[in-house]
């Protein structure tokens, strides 16, 4: 059964698109079969894969709306080992038409259903928003993976997106974990990105992901090639980073299952501080956290 991960952040352009591309272009690299949902509107993950605007193409919108079996829609993203559900612009009349359905939050958990046997992960890229089609992503998901970019001002939206977090799980998923935070477009040049990065660690501890995705020239060209990063440039450090984060995705994945190598939690010394830290900050967050980058035992957390 796939594991179903979501990448999420109501904030613009800090990284889900690019992110949601490179991670399941990595995992189906690492023969995970792996299918990426385009859930956004804007259709970048569609467009970034090298699928040109088409009207007679069948997108997300006909599987949500008007309910066409899903098996037609997702198709080979001529990547092997990756499929993909499209977008195009008309998803943002389903966000309007959904409104005045039965079981508006829940379409998407029950049109995938049928086919995750087929597949080990399903990413999903959410909009910038927190709209009916990224509730219908949080609602299907196992797990959030939230991108966070390294700037001024990051800190600034995190207690929101976890009280978000916690929101979703009181009403549409009380199973949804946190996958992991993820920090992006990080420069190693500036000390404000490793401060930032300094202060984030400290408030999530192991919930952050050790991969960080640098701030990388190749990242932002491989998609007018119409190609995920590892395919316009695998010596890259962006290639680097997103294969390191698909084998940080699969080794969680195998701990989960308890069929992967024990590995020595490295986490584990901060977990504390950092989970009480969090809780202070927001709420009761700690309840979210089963699950995350370094799963192992959280003092104070439940
Ligand atoms: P939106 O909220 O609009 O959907 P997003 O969160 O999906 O945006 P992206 O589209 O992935 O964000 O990234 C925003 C811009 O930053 C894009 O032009 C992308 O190519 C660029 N970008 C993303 N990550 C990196 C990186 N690590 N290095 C350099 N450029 C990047
Ligand atoms: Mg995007």
Known sequence: MARVIAIANQ?????????AVNLASCLAAAEQRTLIIDCDPQANTTSSLGFSKDPARRT????????????????????????????DKNLVGAAVELV?????????????RPILDKYSFVIIDCPPSLDLLTLNALAAADSILIPIQCEYLAIEG????????????????????????LLTMYDDR????????????SFFGNQIFETVIPRNVRLAEAPSHGMPVIFYDIGSRGAESYMQLAKEVIANAQKRLGTGPER??????????????????????GSSSSGGPSPGPEPGLE
């Open 11 to 19: 904030k613009g352009g800090v990284g889900k698109t690019t992110t």
């Open 60 to 87: 997300l919108y006909q599987a949500l709306v008007l309910n066409e079996p899903i098996e037609r829609i997702a198709i080979d993203a001529k990547i092997d080992g990756l499929d993909i559900i499209p977008s």
């Open 100 to 112: 005045s359905m039965d079981n508006r939050e829940f379409r998407l958990k029950a049109i995938i």
């Open 158 to 181: 995190v207690s929101e997106l976890l009280d978000t977090h916690m929101r979703i799980r009181r009403t549409i998923n009380p199973e949804l974990e946190i996958e992991g935070v």
């Open 190 to 201: 500036t000390t404000l990105s490793k401060q930032v990065a300094a202060d984030l660690r």
């Open 264 to 285: 020595p939690d490295p986490g584990a010394g901060t977990a504390a501080p950092a989970a009480s830290a969090a809780a202070a900050g927001a709420g009761d967050v």
